[in-house]
């Protein structure tokens, strides 16, 4: 069974207290002989929601020229500061999101990895709908950008970006 709560389920006094709740309400329907335990402890999940100003990367479909083990190009766009992607080391190496729908771009953010910020040093951000991503106008670059840091690339004056 599946449910949502807005409870810290990792708080297991909190969980217990949720499986209580959940036989009270079952023995109430009837159904008084119930025992209730976790097959696995309950996880935080971090939930992508959409707004008026969304990012609309979130639900991409993500792909990069080559994978760097255990990790992956949908790291990228999860929502966590504390996962990443990155390639492995190659001439010319790259990353998208297809998102999957028309849209206008206003801006792209970049924030960096905490560890092995030099990475990132010259990388191209473009815009478009092309396939082929050199084919897409580029709308900034990083030269440098420091473990954590943000940039902020405007892309004045692109529209209908897939």
Not at 56 to 74: D, F, I, N, Q, R
Request: aromatic letters at 10%; charged letters at 20%.
């Amino acid at each position: 069974m599946q449910f949502t709560s807005r409870a810290d389920l990792t708080d297991s006094s909190i969980g217990e207290n949720i499986l209580k709740q959940l036989g009270s309400s079952l023995a109430d329907r009837g159904f008084s002989n119930v025992t209730l335990h976790w097959s696995q402890p309950p996880q935080q999940v971090i939930q992508k929601e959409k707004t008026a100003t969304q990012n609309a990367a979130l639900w991409g479909k993500t792909s990069e020229s080559s994978v760097w083990p255990y990790t992956g190009p949908e790291f990228a766009i999860d929502g966590l500061l504390t996962t990443w992607t990155h390639t492995m080391e190659e001439t010319d190496p790259w990353w998208r999101v297809d998102l999957l729908k028309v849209y206008k771009v206003n801006r792209v953010t970049i924030t960096n990895r905490h560890t092995s910020e030099w990475r990132i040093a010259g990388a191209v951000i473009r815009i478009g709908n092309y396939p082929d991503i050199y084919s897409n106008a580029i709308c900034g670059v990083i030269s440098t950008l420091a473990a954590s840091a943000t940039a902020l690339s405007h892309a004045v004056g692109w529209r209908d970006v897939i």
